[in-house]
C-alpha cells in the first residue's frame, strides 16, 4: 500500500492517472506502488522468469525507491537508469507463461522503451506476448503480483506534461552555456576589448572600431 502523503494538487494528479493491464497470472500476492511523476531507475533480476522487479519513481523532484517485488532467485541483474527529466518511459512489452508444467502464469520476459531508447529483452521470450506502446504518454507507476517470481504486471500511465518539455529545454541550455562560457570585459584601452573563453588566462584583444 502506498503511504505516501497527497496533498490537494497530488491527489488531482492521481485522478488523471490511468492504470493499463493487468497482464500475467493469478498467483501471488498483490502489490501497488502508486503513481509519481516519473520512473527514474528499474532493476530486475532474472532467470528463466522475471523473479523480482525493484523500481525507483520521481515523487516531485525527488526519488523515491519502491519495496522489492518478487522472490530472491535469479541469476541475472538489470539496472535500468533513466536520464530524468529528459527521458521518460513510454513503453512496456514482453511475455508471460508458467515457467514449470502445471503452474500458474507469471511474467517470463520485460522489455522496456523510452523516448530515446530500449532496453532489453530481459528474460525469456516465451508464451503470450504483451505490448504497451504510447504517443504522447508515459509511465509513472506499476502495480501488480508477486510471489516467488513477478507474477502480473499493470502499468500507472499520465500524459507528458508540458514542464518535461520545458526541463528538457533548459538542460539543453545549460549545456550549451557550460559549453561555451564565455566571458568579455574591456580592459584599459576603451577602444579594445579582452575575450576570455572558459576562464582561461590568455587573453585575444580585439579592436572596437
Known sequence: MDMRPVGKEQAGELKKRIVVGPWGGHGGSPWDDGGFTGVREITLVYSLCIDSMTVVYDQNGKPYKAEKHGG????????????????????????????????????????????????????????????LPMEGGQIVGFKGRSGWYLDAI????????????????????????????LNYRYGDDQNKFYYYKGGDEDQTKYSKK
Open 154 to 181: 499493470c502499468c500507472y500511465i499520465a500524459k507528458i506534461k508540458t514542464t518535461t518539455v520545458l526541463q528538457m529545454a533548459q538542460q539543453r541550455l545549460k549545456k550549451l552555456a557550460s559549453s561555451v562560457s
Open 72 to 131: 530472491v532467485g535469479g541469476s541475472k541483474t538489470a539496472q535500468i537508469k533513466l536520464q530524468f527529466p529528459g527521458e521518460y518511459l513510454t513503453g512496456v512489452s514482453g511475455y508471460y507463461c508458467p515457467v514449470v508444467y502445471g503452474g500458474s502464469p507469471v511474467i517470463r520476459s520485460l522489455t522496456f522503451s523510452s523516448n530515446r531508447r530500449t532496453f532489453g529483452p530481459f528474460g525469456v521470450e516465451e508464451g503470450t506476448r504483451f505490448s
